[in-house]
């Protein structure tokens, strides 16, 4: 059985008070409100001053009210909120002995955390102009931070180094954070990524009885992708065959170059307890070839196990060698991280600015990129507060920095190193100098005068024959037959403006340092590159003195 609905023409009985029920409330004493107005029944004065006014509000009246507001159809949540409002105002009603607030202070003592409050170290009192102007400018953590790091690594608002690109500089408190924090996280490519800023590797270890050695560090991981072929015995996986490809730190164990097993990536961690442990985070199993002296294995990847190899890449597996260049960096010394407290020349943020490392070359365009290199006094706040890092009880960036007893302050000329870089190279300073104040016109892609100084190609260009004179644009072992360095420096004999030009000012001389440095690279023979010292060194494992930290070529068998 259906029930009835009501429909529009349906009649319903009066709501009593509602506008269809037109007899008169038996309590009312009030007039009815024309539409559109809000009457109140009048609150009867008690005669006290004003500021002791009693509001007598009879239950009659309270009443009134109920019913007088329930008519309509918002008179249910009206009526609630306006009883409320009076219910409040009698609570406030009438005091015959006042409100005496109290005189004087409340009595308050607050809880603060306790916290090592050092007091700012004594200032420089010595002549040197950029120390005394470096103390001026950038006298506090903060300072150095909005007004160098903000400024040249993160500018726009973050525009770089903010929270899509490691490390994120843009506040003070991410400053602070990139202490003892690990270098080359997120490294862009492989070549780009420094020795020094290696971790140790995570382990891959295969299930079968076959192989007699333990788990092995990771040197690097790829997936290469494309149709499998049939691979075997006569027909091995090539350096880029199809397939999942390991590059071990060491050779594994197996008489068999097929091995069908299942494969554990493992990490070490220190637990909270500070107890050493292994877990094995990620499995694969499929068949592996064994190749490059044993030192690689390539695992095949069947169109069902593709999904599966991609999640395995995306856990981030930690690699010993990610540069592949055959050093494991970690091996050779302990990492080194974005700011290293008390030892500047040893800081990785550091490094890229100034190009270099404690003489070795970093990989990768000198910063900053998009604005200019920074001042020597601006590298000096930077210096002297990382220095100071190492001795500071806390890490206080609206601390002063104390550039008195700060060791660069002694020497604040060569900061920028110059012609000291033992790796004065093409590769290892003077690209970074030119890109970065030449860059802007002499792109790679629309360079000005066809002479790119932005690529690989830049070096080359650099020999050849310039189109404003009849001298190469850099003669080897002379300055002065070399038209860039000409140019450079504002020579009598050159056609057009000198260089580097803004658009605003006109020439904008490079600084003496970066002059001099290319004046110097010239006088040398003007040298592209020279065997990476750590390379040269050929370092050892530093664990057992074996030098296997770093491996001719895995695929020269």
Not at 199 to 218: K, N
Not at 293 to 298: A, Q
Not at 377 to 402: H, K, N, W
Request: aromatic share 6%; proline share 11%.
């Amino acid at each position: 059985m259906s029930l009835p609905l009501y429909s529009h023409s349906t009649a319903r009985p009066p709501r009593p008070g509602s506008p269809r029920d037109r007899s008169p409330s038996p309590s009312s004493t009030i007039a009815q409100p024309r539409l559109g107005q809000t009457s109140l029944p009048r609150l009867a004065m008690t005669g006290h001053p004003p500021h002791q006014t009693s509001l007598a509000v009879p239950t009659l009246a309270l009443a009134e009210i109920g019913q007088r507001v329930d008519r309509g159809s918002r008179g249910a949540v009206f009526r609630g909120a306006l009883v409320a409002t009076v219910l409040a105002a009698m609570a406030c009603g009438d005091s015959d002995a006042g409100y005496n607030p109290p005189e004087g202070p409340l009595p308050f003592e607050p809880i603060r955390p306790d916290r090592d409050d050092p007091a700012d170290p004594a200032p420089y009192t010595g002549s040197d102009p950029i120390v005394l102007a470096a103390q001026e400018e950038y006298r506090t953590g903060l300072d150095l931070h909005v007004k160098v790091i903000r400024r040249t690594c993160s500018p726009t608002e973050g525009v770089c180094h903010n929270t899509k690109e490691y490390p994120d500089l843009h506040t003070a408190a991410n400053f602070l954070a990139a202490v003892d924090a690990p270098c080359n996280v997120q490294a862009g490519t492989r070549e780009a990524i420094f020795d020094r800023c290696e971790r140790p590797g995570d382990r891959f270890a295969l299930d079968t009885d076959a192989v007699r050695s333990g788990p092995i560090e990771i040197g690097n991981l790829r997936y290469v992708p494309g149709e499998r072929p049939e691979y075997s015995e006569s027909n091995p996986p090539g350096p880029e065959a199809p397939g999942l490809h390991v590059a071990l730190a060491d050779p594994i164990v197996t008489d068999r170059t097929e091995l069908w097993a299942q494969a554990r990536f493992i990490r070490t961690f220190v637990d909270p307890a500070g107890l050493v442990q292994d877990i094995s985070y990620r499995a694969y199993a499929t068949r592996w070839w064994v190749v490059g002296n044993g030192r690689e294995l390539v695992g095949e990847v069947n169109d069902w196990q593709i999904d599966e190899v991609r999640r395995l890449l995306e856990v981030g597996v930690v690699e010993g060698d990610p540069n592949l260049n055959g050093v494991f960096g970690a091996r050779v010394e302990d990492p080194v991280s974005l700011l290293v407290p008390g030892a500047p020349e040893a800081s990785y943020l550091i490094a890229r600015v100034r190009g270099v490392m404690e003489g070795e070359a970093v990989p990768g365009t000198r910063m900053p990129l998009a604005n200019q290199p920074l001042s020597n006094a601006e590298l000096l706040a930077l210096y002297c507060f990382v220095e100071g890092l190492g001795t500071t009880p806390t890490s206080r960036l609206d601390r002063a920095i104390d550039y008195a007893t700060c060791s660069y302050s002694a020497d604040p000329e060569n900061l920028d190193l110059g012609t000291e870089s033992q790796d004065l190279t093409w590769a290892g300073k003077i690209s970074s100098i030119f890109e970065s104040n030449c860059g802007g016109c002499h792109d790679a892609e629309t360079p000005s005068a066809d002479l790119p100084l932005v690529g690989e190609q830049a070096y080359d260009a650099l020999l050849l024959a310039s189109e404003g004179s009849s001298l190469p644009r850099v003669t080897p072992s002379d300055p002065s037959a070399s038209y860039v360095w000409l140019k450079l420096t504002n020579a009598a004999d050159i056609d057009g403006s000198p260089m580097p030009t803004s658009p605003l000012t006109g020439w904008r001389p490079l600084t003496n340092l970066d002059l001099d440095a290319i004046r110097t690279w010239i006088e040398r023979g003007a040298p592209r590159d020279w065997p990476h010292p750590r390379i040269a060194a050929a370092p050892v494992n530093r664990l057992d003195g074996t030098p296997h930290a770093m491996h001719p070529p895995l695929w020269d068998v």
